[in-house]
């Protein structure tokens, strides 16, 4: 199903919290958090944001470029040009991580309930800003938001993209 599972396992596991623990600790059954972890469920956002909750990290480290998608609309097809682009990337042997640079000042506080009491009360961001990380052979090159799109539209442009990109239709 995805690497999703994977990542809330390797994330429990490094927290050192059993799958009971976790799901007490996100307000979940226990056999939410082992369906997750064995990709036999794929979690909504809300349940993902538990999860990152209870491990103490961004969403975002669970869902990687998902996130955005899951959590604002109009970045979905944005995303899907860009899983494009990073795939021809990956092809010729580069990776692409991101790395949250920042988030706007206007949100709203989501309540975290357990066992029908509030426990926590976790900020979300209208919007989160994220830089590019490329790297390769042990070089890596940090991307602002504007500076990966003039990236992104010049190798575009290439012959060697363009051929990749026509392959891959077949």
Same mark, same amino acid.
């Given at each position: =199903? *995805? +690497? ?10 490094? +927290?050192?919290?059993?799958? &009971?623990?976790?799901?007490? =600790? ?10 997750? $972890? ?5 979690? &909504?956002? /809300?349940?993902?944001? &538990?999860?990152?909750? +209870? ?5 975002? /480290?669970?869902?990687?470029?998902? #996130? @955005?998608?899951?959590?604002?609309? +109009? ?12 795939? #021809?990337? !990956? *092809?010729?042997?580069? *990776?692409?991580?991101?790395? &949250? ?15 029908? !009491? ?8 209208? !919007?989160? #800003? @994220? ?8 070089? !890596?090159? /940090?991307?602002?938001? $504007? /500076? ?12 060697? #993209? ?9």
């Amino acid at each position: =199903m *995805s +690497a999703i599972g994977d990542k809330i396992k390797g994330l429990r596991k490094q +927290a050192g919290l059993t799958q &009971k623990n976790l799901a007490k =600790m996100a307000g979940l059954a226990e056999i939410t958090i082992r369906k997750y $972890e064995n990709q036999d469920r794929l979690p &909504k956002i /809300e349940q993902i944001r &538990k999860i990152a909750t +209870a491990l103490n990290v961004d969403p975002f /480290e669970i869902l990687g470029p998902n #996130y @955005f998608s899951q959590t604002h609309a +109009a970045l979905e097809e944005r995303l899907r040009k860009d899983g494009v682009f990073e795939k #021809y990337l !990956e *092809s010729i042997g580069y *990776s692409v991580t991101y790395k &949250k640079v920042g988030e706007s000042e206007s949100g709203d506080y989501e309540e975290q309930v357990l066992n029908g !009491e509030v426990v926590d009360r976790i900020w979300i961001p209208d !919007e989160e #800003y @994220f830089n590019t990380i490329i790297g390769k052979a042990g070089v !890596e090159t /940090e991307f602002t938001e $504007e /500076e990966f799109k003039d990236f992104q539209a010049e190798i575009e442009q290439s012959i060697e #993209y363009q051929l990749w990109k026509k392959n891959q239709s077949r």
